[in-house]
């Protein structure tokens, strides 16, 4: 576990195939063994730095610290911070450091979370930069696969939505890609993944296919993965109003389309018109499971780079 202690969690791409199995079982021990894991973390304190709304990420990793014994400090909103004075992110990471033992942060910049990890000495976690990477809920998507299908090996994926702004998107093909899947990656033209993602996958061998419509692919998913259109990251409104609702999952589409029986749909949420609530009762809908699954893999994450672990 030495390579753990003080890691920062910045990228998935910074993570081997082994490595990330190490993380989904440490999770799979903190879920099944919670009661043992009860004061692993007494003493340590998380400082939670998100400039960026959230209800999941910065609930379940509160959640995640408090349940392993440690404890939180935080900020209601950017707002209410110095940085509203002009003080940097840089100085005010540095100041933070003083206060806790490890920090995760959720910054609207791409590279901000890499920067933080450049300026502290305690761990960093990064809970989304801008529309880069969402490592952590990587982790807990993967883990939710493993959960509902038994295996990562081998699987077929639709992406479906946002792939460019979609972080949780990029991070999540990229961690898939050590185990052999085929990819399916759906979305308008407009929100097409981008060409850096596409080829990083294409060099290591991945079969990768972009289509506009799920019809004609359907049949071949084990996993869709639906996303929000991310109306925040977009700089022309008129370009939102283009592909807002361009895709809309509920029971009578899905039952409309031929799947596979034991599809699985994720999603990362919050979900806004892409799926509609009438999926939830069809034993597809996992993203409830998913996001629940948040904690004992936060829970891991938080051990194993505070060196609580073996
Ligand atoms: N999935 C996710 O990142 O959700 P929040 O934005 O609520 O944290």
Known sequence: MGIWKNRDI???GDFAKEEIRQVL???RKMEVETQNFASLLKGKVLATLFFEPSTRTRLSFEAAMKRLGGSVISFAEPGSTSVVKGESLSDSVRIVEGYCDVIVIRH???GSARLTA????VPVLNAGDGANQHPTQTFLDLYTIQKTKGTLEGLSIGFLGDLKY???????????SHFAPEMYFISPSSLRMPRYFMDELKQKGIQCYEQESLSGVSERLDVIYCTRIQKERFVDPVEYEKVRGAYRLSRVVIEGLKVKKDLKILHPLPRVDEMDESLDTTEYAVYFQQAHNGIPVREALLTMVLGAVE
């Open 25 to 27: 079982d440490t999770a």
């Open 118 to 121: 450049d300026r502290v000495n």
């Open 166 to 176: 979609g972080r949780t998107v990029h991070s999540l093909s990229n961690a898939l």
């Open 108 to 110: 609207f910049l791409e």
């Open 10 to 12: 910045i990228s998935i």
